[in-house]
């Protein structure tokens, strides 16, 4: 089987990024299926988790240029993008690129900038290239953007439009540590932080391997109309004001042939589907306000969908 001649590789990245990210498994493999796919990751969770950790150590472990934007109320859409300018002696344009130009891109604390410079990352992660002044430049591949966020209503944030969520593969959740865990942290934390010994075990040429192994990952009929009949089940249902996409689908259908190439097959299964069916449906649903005061969250929604649609009789 083709597809498990990557295993050690996504071993190898794993454990490297284990080193310095304790007791986070789930998370760490969410992130490098991002990766694999082609797709971008949104962490969110409150401060302190290791949310930028996690994406600098992916960073650490993978030989991929590499910029970060920390991400405030003053930071302008051409930090992003980049400028043109003209140059004094020649007096021609100069384009000056910005941080996006990188193979990954860390936007950091992204909902404590305003709308108008998150919309900045809106060309760039769906076409893979960005417009200034007319002329488009091309984003160097493999191109990834991995975004930190705090939960909206932390004070200083701005909630990120629909259209911006749209374009992350899945949201990603760190968790607290269990008291073991924290202790290892304390452990490993005692002098300076581990982050500068991470050293590559993967380069950019490995994740394009991926990319096209990705590819060759067969789908039946059958599991793909269990994912679109998961997502027909969040459009009518009545807690739902804003269901899942087509593109969110197919986000569904690619991170599930990432689950299966992170476990050595060339198959998808429905309990791969049913693995990424919160990362990636979750934060592309909006409900109804009702459904708020009651405490009721997409999750809660997805969960139903999961016990209402039946799986493939030829997988049960």
């Not at 290791?50 to 472990?61: E, P």
């Not at 410079?117 to 002044?133: G, I, N, R, Y």
């Not at 192994?213 to 009545?238: D, M, N, P, Q, W």
């Amino acid at each position: 089987m083709a597809e498990s001649v990557y295993l050690d590789l996504i071993k190898a990245i794993v454990k490297n990024i284990e080193t310095v990210i304790i007791g986070k498994r789930q998370s760490i493999e969410h992130l490098l299926i991002c990766l694999m796919c082609g797709g971008h990751a949104l962490i969110e969770d409150v401060p302190g988790l290791g949310k930028t950790s996690l994406v600098s150590a992916l960073a650490g472990s993978v030989e991929m240029s590499f910029q970060r934007i920390q991400f405030t109320p003053d930071v302008l859409p051409s930090d992003v993008t980049g400028f043109t300018m003209f140059h004094m002696t020649t007096g021609e344009k100069e384009f000056h690129p910005g941080a996006v130009m990188s193979q990954m891109v860390l936007a950091d604390e992204i909902n404590r900038t305003s709308p108008k410079t998150q919309s900045a990352l809106l060309q760039a992660m769906q076409e893979k290239q960005v417009t200034v002044d007319g002329t488009t430049h091309i984003l160097p591949q493999p191109f990834m953007v991995c975004a930190t966020q705090n939960p909206v209503g932390l004070t200083g944030t701005y909630p990120l439009p629909e259209a911006q969520l749209d374009r992350f593969l899945m949201r990603i959740s760190m968790g607290y540590p269990s008291s073991a865990d924290e202790i290892t942290i304390l452990e490993k934390n005692r002098g300076e932080g581990s982050l500068a010994d991470v050293k590559p075990v993967a380069t950019a040429d490995d994740v394009l391997a991926m990319q096209k192994a990705i590819e060759g990952v067969e789908c039946a009929r059958g599991v793909l109309s269990y994912i679109v009949e998961l997502a027909e089940f969040t459009r009518t249902h009545k807690d739902v004001s804003l269901g899942i996409s087509p593109r969110a689908s197919i986000a569904l259908m690619r991170a599930s042939m990432g689950v299966a190439l992170m476990e050595g097959r060339d198959y998808v299964l429905p309990d791969d589907v049913q693995k990424m069916v919160k990362p990636v449906f979750a934060h592309r649903m909006v409900l109804q306000a009702q459904a708020y005061v009651q405490n009721r969250d997409a999750g809660g929604v997805l969960d139903e969908a999961l016990q209402a649609t039946q799986v493939p009789a030829m997988y049960k």
